[in-house]
């Protein structure tokens, strides 16, 4: 996309964020090796600890696009996000969620609650995202959620293949990807209305196009992370220590 080209209509333009699905993390040789039934209990724990990290971090996002959106509108129907992965005081949400998942993955809670698995690189590669969007408009973070277009399909790869091959992984860890299948499909419903909507020259499509492959970089980055430390054993640090010596986040 360089050079001068004309303004693509929606369903074109539409086609064009979801082309970029063939960037998306779940072709991550980590992710292969997980449905492949490849990985051992101890890659599998890594990337359910280091993945928490994002997950309290998505209704931070979540809340920092809504402080910035002055549409009532927007706001009441983006709400849902937060209530999704917070819980609504009835129903348990996605953090618990994701929670049962490290119980029944072998973890204790303490240890995910805590982060001291979570990887700099991963942390990093998060607060981008975090920070991005707390300092974007709320089309242009709105936009970066869009990998969600992709992503009933890797929740779904995870519940066909997991449980054959990792028998020791209790039943009641799947409710977070079956719980997603559906919020995931609602999000993005309403995300793609938003970007269609407002990209709407050539510069801003090329942009939108842009801020999606920026958030299917820091989604490939997290599995680089956990590669270095899980598959190739030489986290931060193997050089000198086997300790755990790197900051737990200046701000938790
Ligand atoms: O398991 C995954 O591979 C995966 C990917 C993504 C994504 O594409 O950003 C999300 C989720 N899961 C997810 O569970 C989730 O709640 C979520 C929210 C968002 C977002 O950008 O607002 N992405 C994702």
């Not at 983006?78 to 618990?96: F, S």
């Amino acid at each position: 996309m360089s050079g001068h080209h004309a303004v693509l209509d929606r369903a074109a333009f539409e086609q064009a964020l979801r082309a970029k699905g063939q960037y998306y993390h779940i072709h991550h040789p980590y992710h292969r090796a997980m449905y492949a039934g490849e990985c051992t209990r101890e890659q599998i724990q890594g990337w359910v600890a280091n993945r928490y990290y994002y997950q309290v971090n998505i209704p931070r996002k979540d809340a920092a696009i809504m402080a910035n959106c002055p549409d009532a509108d927007v706001r009441r129907l983006w709400l849902q996000r937060v209530l999704d992965h917070d819980g609504d005081g009835r129903e348990p949400g996605g953090i618990e969620a994701w929670l049962s998942l490290a119980e029944a993955v072998g973890l204790g809670r303490e240890e995910v609650i805590d982060q001291r698995h979570v990887l700099p690189g991963v942390r990093f590669a998060v607060d981008a995202y975090y920070n991005f969007a707390r300092r974007a408009s709320w089309q242009e973070a709105a936009c970066s959620s869009l990998t969600e277009l992709f992503a009933p399909e890797i929740h779904q790869s995870r519940l066909d293949s997991w449980p054959q091959h990792y028998p020791w992984i209790d039943d009641s860890g799947y409710r977070y990807f079956r719980k997603r299948l559906g919020e995931a499909r609602r999000d993005v419903e309403h995300g793609l209305t938003i970007t269609l909507d407002h990209f709407n020259t050539p510069a801003l499509q090329t942009r939108a196009l842009e801020i999606l492959q920026f958030k299917l970089d820091i989604l490939w980055t997290i599995l680089d992370a956990l590669t270095m430390a899980y598959v190739h054993h030489t986290p931060p640090f193997h050089t000198v220590t086997d300790a755990r010596v790197w900051h737990r986040g200046l701000n938790v």
